[in-house]
């Protein structure tokens, strides 16, 4: 059998003859997608208010997990420690505007995307010089969190499923839905959708930016806390996450850096794409495709559609 | 229509005093040690050649810079300094000289956006668009229809802004002002750029507002007719420094004005 062949005919007979492989793959790539989208997420809800790249997101889903796990592996109760977190990453989003964001306020954009830089090496040290830089164990069941996994005969084979996943893909829509109803529809959405398209326009009908990024910051550690209890518990909580989490500058190249249904579309795409090409093409070149599919997929769309699936197209009146 | 909190301000009497206001950026004197003062009620043009610091002037009377010396009266109450958002919640609105609309959104929810500092009611009732929020909605959304009315916008509601001529963006952008009701409004260039049909239409808008609502509105611009038809005062700024104040018809007889415009031998 010849190359062609292998690459371009065999890999759909797999699908079809194997159906029940092909819909365990689409699944575990849905759910990783997941898990990239709620990363892209947080980059995008804070790009869109503030305009700024905030490198330091892959670390804050880290430092949330972490902080998590931590507190509650020195004697507070799981759900206490869940609000703890929360209450921490709203001091975060606090000091960050502080201390970050107000000072720097009118200086060019790379500045503000330099100093994220330096917030991802702060949270890393301060989260290891408190928590100690040993990988952990997320705390699934204390928080009531399913465990263990539903098999179904279908397809003439077995397709098994984590609890986990489920509870997964039904938390991050109930967010995504709720971010959704809350920028579209509440005075505070409005004002945000009104800070990122203007500032100055927005300071003149009496929205305070500071309170908006307070409150972005805050959206983007929630969906980050999120995020890092899901990938915590699929793998352990550990700043190696961070690497992962880069996985989200592909998906927010594909969905457009202000979109968050983009977001959404790009991270599943990258996800189930990932799988796909893994499973499905990876042996043909010695495997190991998933370090890098993400990336090319990218380039390419950088190539043919640089602003991404939904982002706003730039349009200047001259 | 009155703005929340401050006390009211009779009609004729002084609203905003500005006091030996100095503003530089580094070396540079953008306005040196001027004085003028509104009047509630009253249409107030701000003019001057390029460069003689009346954007500064305007920016430095919502808040978006601070003067390095003098002081700011609003309704009685002097400050040094105004923050942005605390002009805008004692009244205080605008419209910029570029044109700073939100431009992904639509006119409809750029006017609304000027209802911001005025909706109350819980986030929460909010999310659920059930109950006092529903309400409180309604009653903005009839207010803001009253103002596309007034302007003449109903066509373009739910147009995205950036899509509209130029002309209807600055028409949108006094509407997001209005919306505000401000006891006073500032313009800043309203009419720039405009062909004269435009500029009609702009100057019935403005002096409707002023008539209509009572708002008390200070402006800038260039178009001497405009500003002659429209204004009560006028005060002229030249480099920076108030070289004129008074009635039109006094300032275009001022001499110094003359200069400031024309150029003078030396």
Do not use: C
């Not at chain 1, 793959?25 to 849905?30: F, K, N």
């Not at chain 2, 509105?217 to 009560?232: F, N």
């Amino acid at each position: 059998m010849g190359p062609l062949y292998q690459i371009f005919i065999d890999p759909f007979v797999q699908m079809g003859t194997a159906p029940d492989l092909l819909v365990q793959t689409l699944w575990e790539g849905m759910v990783g997608g997941m898990l990239y989208a709620l990363i892209a997420l947080g980059f995008v809800l804070i790009f869109k208010a503030s305009g700024v790249f905030n490198f330091a997101q892959g670390i804050m889903v880290v430092f949330a997990a972490l902080t998590l796990v931590g507190l509650y592996n020195v004697g507070v109760p799981a759900f206490l420690a869940l609000g703890l977190t929360i209450a921490v990453m709203f001091g975060l989003a606090f000091v960050v505007e502080r201390l970050v964001l107000r000072p720097l306020v009118n200086q060019p954009d790379i500045i503000l995307f330099m100093a994220t830089f330096g917030l991802t090496y702060f949270l890393i040290g301060a989260g290891e010089f408190v928590f100690g830089g040993d990988p952990k164990v997320m705390i699934t069941e204390q928080l009531f969190l399913p465990k263990g996994a539903v098999t179904y005969k279908a397809l003439g084979g077995i397709i098994s499923v984590q609890k986990l996943d489920v509870a997964a893909a039904v938390i991050a829509s109930v967010m995504v839905a709720g971010l959704a109803v809350f920028f579209s529809k509440t005075r505070i959405g409005r004002a945000l959708r009104a800070v990122a398209d203007s500032h100055a326009a927005a300071l003149s009908v009496g929205i305070s930016l500071e309170q908006i990024w307070v409150i972005v910051w805050f959206a983007a550690g929630l969906v980050a806390l999120v995020t890092g209890i899901f990938w915590g518990a699929r793998s352990d909580v550990s700043f190696a996450l961070d690497v992962i989490a880069l996985k989200a500058l592909p998906v927010l190249i594909l969905g457009g850096l202000t979109s968050i249904p983009g977001a959404i579309v790009g991270g599943l795409i990258i996800g189930i794409g990932e799988k796909m090409w893994e499973f499905y093409w990876g042996p043909l070149i010695g495997g190991g495709t998933d370090a890098w599919f993400a990336y090319v997929i990218a380039l390419v769309f950088l190539l043919f559609k640089p602003q991404g699936l939904f982002g706003e197209k730039i349009i200047e009146r001259v | 229509m009155r703005a929340p909190g401050g006390p009211d301000v009779a009609v004729g009497d002084v609203l905003l005093a500005v006091e030996n206001v100095s503003l530089s950026f580094g070396g540079v004197k953008a306005v040196s040690d001027v004085s003028f003062d509104i009047r509630k009620g009253e249409i107030r043009a701000i003019i001057g050649p390029n460069g003689a610091g009346k954007t500064s002037m305007l920016n430095v009377i919502n808040g978006f810079y601070h003067p390095q010396q003098g002081r700011i009266t609003f309704k009685g109450e002097a400050r040094a300094r105004m923050r942005p958002h605390e002009a805008a919640s004692g009244g205080i609105a605008r419209t910029f000289q570029n044109v700073a609309l939100f431009r992904g959104m639509t006119a409809l929810d750029n006017i609304m956006a000027g209802r911001t500092l005025r909706m109350h009611s819980n986030f929460f009732w909010q999310l659920l668009r059930y109950g006092p929020a529903m309400r409180e909605e309604v009653e903005h959304r009839r207010r803001v229809e009253e103002i596309i009315d007034f302007l003449k916008i109903q066509e373009i509601r739910r147009v995205p802004v950036g899509r509209l001529p130029y002309g209807l963006q600055k028409r949108v952008e006094l509407g997001r002002a209005l919306a505000m009701e401000p006891e006073l409004l500032l313009l800043d260039e309203p009419m720039a750029g405009m062909n004269l049909e435009e500029k009609e239409d702009m100057s019935r808008f403005v002096l409707d507002a002023n008539d209509h609502y009572g708002t008390t509105i200070a402006l800038i611009e260039h178009d001497m007719g405009v500003v002659m038809d429209l204004s009560d005062r006028v005060v002229v700024l030249d480099h920076g420094i108030k070289i004129a104040d008074g009635t039109p018809a006094e300032v275009k007889g001022n001499q110094a004005v003359i200069d400031a415009y024309l150029g003078v031998a030396h």
